[in-house]
């Protein structure tokens, strides 16, 4: 029964083009984050949805687009993929914005772009 | 700047032995601080933040606001404690939005 899960799990593809992830959460939590984490393993938060409306929209190419259908749901479409954009992405939830302490995680999907 | 530093990438302590990860972070108010933990093959999770002030598998941490540290010890390293761990503070200057450190993958020898 898990929580936070994530499709695919790894995902290999060309450079330009277009690729999904989702993300489904079964705990009732309101607010759902795309992490990227790096060669270098830093994590940085790319965007947050609270029930559906995007609240966190940080520094990110315009190439990646979240979407969130409902508050259990949030993807992540990216286009035209670049060989840069190759990382580890991390969907997470949390019952509220803000409620870090239960933060939880997906297990992550690595992205490796040719 | 809002900042968490862990300065090693790798740990490696043979079992039994003291394990102390370090984090330092730069921040102008009054943060919460995090430690997640992501053994292998499983997904990312919280191990213990500041204000619980509590013991989780034998780890502690302290908030040193005078050093601006929250390192992350136990006294006596066991083989499942082998994992990447990741230092995280939130605060009202982050928008309550976690700020990570680069990680520190621990490697307990027997």
């Known amino acids: 029964d898990t929580a936070v899960s994530q499709t695919p799990k790894y995902l290999v593809t060309q450079m330009g083009n277009d690729k999904s992830i989702k993300c489904e959460q079964n705990?009732?939590?309101?607010?759902m984050y795309w992490y990227k984490q790096d060669s270098k393993k830093f994590l940085k938060i790319m965007f947050s949805?609270?029930?559906?409306?995007?609240?966190i929209n940080e520094t990110v190419p315009n190439r990646f687009s979240p979407k969130s259908p409902d508050k259990a749901h949030l993807n992540l479409h990216i286009n035209s993929l670049e060989l840069g954009d190759s990382a580890v992405y991390f969907c997470?939830?949390?019952?509220?914005?803000?409620?870090?302490?239960?933060?939880?995680f997906g297990s992550g999907t690595q992205l490796s772009v040719l | 700047a809002q900042r968490v530093t862990q300065p090693e990438k790798l740990l490696s302590v043979f079992k039994g032995a003291p394990v102390e990860l370090k984090c330092n972070y730069s921040?102008?108010?009054?943060?919460?601080l995090f430690w997640y933990v992501q053994y292998s093959r499983q997904r990312l999770q919280l191990l213990l933040r500041?204000?619980?002030?509590?013991s989780i598998k034998g780890f502690t941490a302290d908030l040193n606001k005078g050093e601006t540290s929250f390192h992350l010890k136990k006294p006596f390293a066991q083989e499942e404690d082998s994992a990447m761990y990741y230092c995280?503070?939130?605060?009202?200057?982050?928008?309550?939005?976690?700020?990570w450190g680069a990680g520190t993958k621990l490697i307990i020898k027997p």
């Open positions: 995280a503070l939130s605060g009202r200057d982050s928008n309550y939005q976690l700020i």
């Open positions: 921040y102008s108010g009054s943060p919460e």
């Open positions: 500041h204000i619980s002030r509590e």
């Open positions: 705990l009732g939590h309101d607010t």
């Open positions: 949805y609270n029930n559906k409306e995007l609240i």
């Open positions: 997470a939830s949390s019952p509220s914005a803000g409620l870090l302490e239960k933060l939880f």
